[in-house]
Each structure stands twice: as C-alpha cells, then as structure tokens.
C-alpha cells in the first residue's frame, strides 16, 4: 500500500512527478479524473489552507471529501495499542481505520504532536498507527513533518527560480511568543537538500537544532543531490548571497513540554525576525512562509507587502500540489508505478 507519509520515503524523480503534474492542473484546474472518489479527512487540529486546499481540490477533480473532526463532530479516538479505553476516547484507531477504509478511496490525517515528551512524539505513532490499521493510502496533513507544505514549496520555488540544484536555500529561526511544532521546519530542510540545494539552517542557539533524524537525513540528502547542508548562528553569513530565504519559529527540543523555560532560552532572539535589512544581503531572493505568519513577529510588514514575498503563491499552490497528489494515490499513478 503506496501513502504519503514523509518525502523521505519518495526518491528526487517521483516528488518532481507530482509537480510536474501541479504545473498542468494548474493551467486545467477543473476535471471528472475523480469522479466518484472520496477522501476522508481527518482533522486533531485546527487549519485554514490545508483544510480548504484538500476539500477544493476534491471537489475540482470530481471527488468529494469528508471533514471529520474526532473529538468534535466525530467520536474521539484511541491511537494506542493494548489500552484499556476508560478515558474519554470513544472509538480505536483499528475500527476508525478499517471503517473509513471501506467508505473512502484515502484517508488523510492532521495531528500535531501532543508537546509532553519529545522522545513519544518524534516516533509519530499517530500516523503511523492509521496507516498500519488502513487498507486505502494515507496522507499526512501535518504532524512531525509536513510533506505536503514541501510539494508547495518546491513548486513555488521551481516557479521562481527554475532548477534548484546549486541554489543558496537559507532556512531561519524567528522568534514567537509560544514554542511552535518543528514540522514545517523539518520538512523545508529535507526537500531543499532533496533537490540538490545548498542548505543553511540558521538559528540563534544550537538549542535550536532540529531532531537527529532530519538532519542526519537531511546531511545524507545533501550528499546524494550534491547540494550541501551547514548550521549557523551568524546572520550576516546565513543571508549572505542567498537565493531563498524561509522563515519559520520551532521550539528548542531540549525544553520540549516546558514553554516557561523556552521562553528565557528564545527571550533575547527577537531580532532573528526576517526585515529589509536582512533580505538586503541576499542575492535578490525570494522570500516565503507556509503560513499562518504574524507580521512584525517573524516577518516585517515591509518583506510580507515587498514584490519578492512569494508566501500566497505557495499557498496556493498547497492546492495544486495536493491534486496532483490525489490523483497519484486515488486515481491513475502519475509516475506510473504504484507500490
């Protein structure tokens, strides 16, 4: 069973299939390819882009989605194994599974880690306990990565700049007011270095360095695409010459589930916020985010309004990207090969 779990499980040439096709849908937006189909999905979390960009894409290839909020207009739901289900969950995750398998053609799933314990929460049980219980593919929507945010990104960057290889992609800490998840992080950091880009991750403390296994398979990417990889705490030399520049707030893993200690660790790192200046060092560069973004927290009102934010042509390509990807899992392969 093919799902779209994490793009480290994709090789360079199926990823660049899918946005190949976003690029055609993009130009034909509407069609009958999934007439018939229904996907289901799964929302744990709160969304703006995704939730839409999935459902409008449904609706444009002629399938139909179901929003199910478990814990809201669903029954909650047990994703553990072996327990004994006295709390307030009311269904298991093999039922849920096994049920919407038998209704839906895909099932899509949203679940932001829980921001207890950091060495639970990097397994991704959630996610992948769907995906061990459903007979149809299942697509990650967010959790510790964020695949389809990086199909985004690396269409918008394609629109932009054409071929990636060789191309300064500077991925920057910012600061916010709370410790956010490090999935949108995690996944710019392993498409940038999956198509070949050289890679700076550029945060104010080491602190802030992203879990082990993405960057060990960031550093493996980079090697094989022949891009690089470097971390740094010196702005001048993390926007210097860049060709690309993504923002993004995470919290330091190492105060995972202690927000007040996060915040002395972040408190002095407010002029890490991307601003004129800054982008002014580049070599022209674009400038994006994955949104929601609070303007003169991460980002100035004078990058956010400038000609080189490209941050709404990634979002809509969110929408382009994820029917190409539908069509790949619901309708006919768009590589060819369905594994």
Not at 186 to 215: C, E, H
Not at 221 to 250: F, M
Not at 321 to 335: F, H, S, Y
Request: charged letters at 25%; proline letters at 4%; a negative charge.
């Amino acid at each position: 069973m093919k799902h779209f779990l994490s793009t480290i499980d994709y090789k360079r040439e199926q990823i660049q299939a899918l946005l190949d096709q976003a690029a055609e849908l993009r130009k034909a937006p509407v069609s009958r390819a999934l007439a018939g189909k229904t996907i289901a999905l799964l929302f744990l979390n709160p969304s703006l882009r995704t939730r839409s960009s999935f459902e409008i894409g449904a609706f444009q290839l002629g399938a139909h989605a179901v929003v199910l909020e478990p814990g809201k207009g669903a029954w909650g739901i047990e994703f553990e194994t072996g327990v004994v289900m006295d709390s307030d969950s009311e269904e298991h995750i093999s039922e849920v599974a096994g049920v919407l398998s038998r209704y839906c053609d895909a099932i899509a799933l949203r679940a932001f880690p829980l921001f207890k314990n950091w060495q639970v929460d990097r397994q991704d049980a959630i996610i992948k306990a769907l995906a061990s219980h459903a007979t149809v593919p299942v697509i990650n929507m967010e959790t510790i990565v964020h695949p389809c945010q990086e199909l985004a990104l690396m269409r918008t960057l394609q629109d932009h700049l054409g071929a990636p290889d060789g191309r300064k992609f500077v991925l920057t800490w910012t600061w916010h007011p709370k410790p956010l998840n490090t999935a949108v992080a995690n996944s710019a950091l392993l498409i940038a270095t999956k198509f070949g880009m050289d890679v700076t991750l550029l945060i104010p403390d080491d602190a802030y360095r992203l879990d082990p296994q993405f960057m060990h398979a960031a550093a493996a990417q980079a090697r094989q695409s022949g891009g690089r990889l470097e971390v740094t705490t010196d702005i001048e030399h993390g926007y210097r010459d860049a060709d690309w520049v993504y923002a993004k707030s995470w919290g330091a893993l190492g105060h995972y589930g202690k927000p007040d200690q996060e915040a002395q660790l972040r408190a002095p790192f407010r002029h890490f916020m991307v601003d004129g200046a800054k982008m002014a060092m580049t070599r022209q560069a674009r400038f994006s985010h994955c949104l929601p973004l609070r303007r003169n927290i991460k980002a100035t009102d004078e990058v956010m309004d400038a000609d080189y934010c490209v941050a709404l042509d990634e979002a809509e390509n969110r929408l382009h990207t994820q029917k190409a990807l539908m069509l790949d899992l619901m309708g006919e392969p768009v590589n060819g090969d369905r594994s």
